[in-house]
Nanobody, 124 residues
């Protein structure tokens, strides 16, 4: 069992930055591929970024490539999402996710555990 708790959301202006954190419980954190999803009102939840067990491999949605960076610290059981050059269209609830038995979390991977979500609002 893995419990995920996100933090770091908030209200920023376009062009600014935010860093989201996801703290995970459990001793097997390093065996899970991790990722960040987001869901805007009226839209489906989408995978924004994924990272492999060791952090060596990553995945990014086209809409965030070059602006967002996912990373993890297995010693701290934490995964991060650094978001730069934020745009109003990045406004959404951001969810941390964990998936076992895969090397890298991808859009088709499925998710074993979800966090409760954190709101990110970008004003123009």
């Amino acid at each position: 069992q893995v419990q995920l708790v996100e933090s770091g959301g908030g209200l920023v202006q376009a062009g600014e930055s935010l860093r989201l954190s996801c703290a995970a419980s459990g001793r097997t954190f390093s065996s899970y591929a991790m990722g960040w999803f987001r869901q805007a009102p009226g839209k489906e939840r989408e995978l924004v970024a994924g990272i492999s067990w060791t952090g060596a491999r990553t995945y990014y949605a086209d809409s965030v490539k070059g602006r967002f960076t996912i990373s993890r610290d297995n010693a701290k059981n934490t995964v991060y999402l650094q978001m730069n050059s934020l745009k109003p269209e990045d406004t959404a609830v951001y969810y941390c996710a964990a998936r076992g038995r895969v090397v890298l979390l991808l859009p088709t991977s499925g998710v074993d555990y979800w966090g409760q979500g954190t709101q990110v609002t970008v004003s123009s």
